[in-house]
């Protein structure tokens, strides 16, 4: 994890000794994103989206440690603990947001939080992240907390009611392309 405020943003991950140039704008990894999370997403097209994050230099072959460096930029600028628990994790918890289906409340809420218009910019994908993560409340916040309520910790029955309606109106696919698809993709 890097200090945002005084160290320089990453522009590269490490395999084994190699340094290898990685795209850092947001729009790639929004589209690896968005590629990971579509179940019905084309091995061809991911293979794609993954090789275009490289720069340059391609690894010679992909293997477990490209997917981790990978894996670990992805995941921004969060310190996450062994790579196998926050897979698990991810597995147990419902996705909040996708930015295919909330891509409207992403662009609104970047112009109204930080007068940024994602459509006319490049970011460093940690700095999205960061902006991301300290958004005030606005309709893309309000649609991330309704998913991820807990009907079962609400006693009192119609608010249950109500928000099990708002869930299933905001309800988002929760397959994803497993571990094992990703590596039949690369190799």
Not at 158 to 167: A, G, H, L, P, Y
Request: net charge negative; glycine share 2%.
């Amino acid at each position: 994890m890097i200090n945002l405020l005084y160290e320089s943003l990453p522009n590269s991950i490490t395999v084994g000794d190699k340094d290898f140039l990685i795209n850092t704008d947001f729009k790639y990894w929004i589209e690896l994103s968005d590629a990971l999370n579509n179940q019905d997403c084309d091995k061809t097209y991911l293979t794609n989206v993954i090789l275009n994050l490289f720069v340059d230099e391609i690894p010679n072959q992909f293997n477990s440690e490209v997917f981790i460096a990978i894996k670990k930029f992805f995941d921004g600028n969060i310190e996450t603990k062994d790579i196998n628990e926050s897979n698990e994790d991810c597995n147990i918890k419902n996705r909040i947001y996708d930015f295919k289906v909330d891509g409207d409340y992403f662009i609104a809420a970047f112009l109204q939080n930080y007068n940024i218009d994602l459509l006319k910019c490049d970011m460093h994908w940690f700095k999205f992240m960061a902006l991301f993560h300290g958004l005030k409340d606005c309709e893309l916040k309000q649609r991330m907390y309704y998913r991820s309520v807990n009907l079962a910790t609400i006693s009192d029955k119609k608010e249950r009611s109500r928000i099990r309606k708002i869930q299933n109106k905001l309800k988002l696919d929760q397959k994803t392309i497993s571990d094992e698809e990703i590596a039949q993709a690369l190799w």
